[in-house]
């Protein structure tokens, strides 16, 4: 398809500080009290793209080219995250975010093309390393026809310990990708997302999800109690579609899922303590 080496090892850095008024949104957003402690998960809400509204791409993200490659296919999907949690973030700090292009990798699946881009994200709060991570995301062909995922039958969220059923609204969509400062079309844009990407309806973020996991574990063990966490998505939850948040703890290693009503595993995790 083309020769990405000159993009691999290109960096930018982004600053931002951990406000009261950011910490009170992101409680409201997830119907939860406020609390003193900074939840696992907060940073995804720091040191934003803040691309002009003019220099946006068809799909809502800023146009390719800038930081991120110029990859030639369409749709784009935050596919995986690895995440290594440091040290806690506190209400005030300074944070500094050191993004660094890790891997261009070209592939062919079931669906086409596929092109995966890796990317190493270190969060420093003053001179501290918070969180460190590797975002893996995936550029694909358009879509040729409605994505219909195959239904492996009802969920059962009883074969596992912990359990929590949301239902995500247009509202909660909404009020993440203000949040995170999202503007892409699928998550808010019925008609984008059905007939140009294939999806169902609007699509439910990624980071929102995994974050909602990283809720039950902190219900279940208490706050920032883990050093480690990872998700991949395996199949696309719709706004309006009743998720099933699971997990049990096996010594020291967490297991987490996001299930579809359907039976689908929409999300997997594993976290560690």
């Known amino acids: 398809m083309s020769d990405w080496a000159d993009w691999i090892g290109r960096s930018e850095t982004r600053q931002d500080v951990i406000t009261p008024g950011l910490l009170d949104r992101f409680y409201a957003t997830l119907d939860q009290p406020v609390t003193g402690e900074i939840p696992q998960g907060l940073h995804w809400c720091l040191c934003l793209p803040d691309a002009p509204t003019a220099e946006l791409g068809t799909d809502g993200h800023p146009k390719k080219g800038g930081f991120l490659p110029p990859i030639p296919l369409p749709r784009r999907m935050w596919a995986s995250s690895s995440v290594s949690f440091d040290q806690p973030l506190q209400l005030g700090d300074e944070i500094s975010r050191i993004s660094t292009i890790a891997s261009i990798e070209e592939k062919s699946g079931k669906s086409g093309d596929l092109v995966f881009v890796a990317i190493d994200h270190e969060t420093h709060a003053g001179d501290r390393i918070a969180v460190r991570e590797r975002q ?18 009802a969920a059962d969220p009883s074969k596992w310990d912990w359990q929590q ?109």
Do not use: C, W
Not at 138 to 144: D, F, N, T
Not at 196 to 209: D, F, K, R, S
Not at 222 to 228: F, H, I, Q, T, V
């Open 136 to 153: 893996n995301i995936v550029y694909r062909q358009p879509a040729s026809a409605p994505a219909k995922p195959a239904a492996s039958g």
């Open 165 to 273: 059923a949301i239902l995500p609204s247009e509202t909660l969509l909404f009020r993440y990708s203000a949040l995170t400062f999202n503007s892409h079309r699928i998550h808010y844009d019925r008609p984008y997302a059905v007939e140009e990407e294939g999806y169902a309806g609007p699509v439910v973020q990624g980071p929102l999800m995994a974050t909602l996991l990283l809720n039950l574990a902190a219900a279940k063990l208490g706050a920032n109690k883990l050093s480690r966490f990872s998700f991949r998505g395996q199949s696309p939850a719709i706004v309006n579609q009743a998720i099933d948040l699971v997990g049990r703890q096996q010594g020291e290693n967490i297991i987490l899922a996001v299930l579809g009503d359907d039976g689908r595993e929409i999300m997997t995790a594993r976290g560690a303590i």
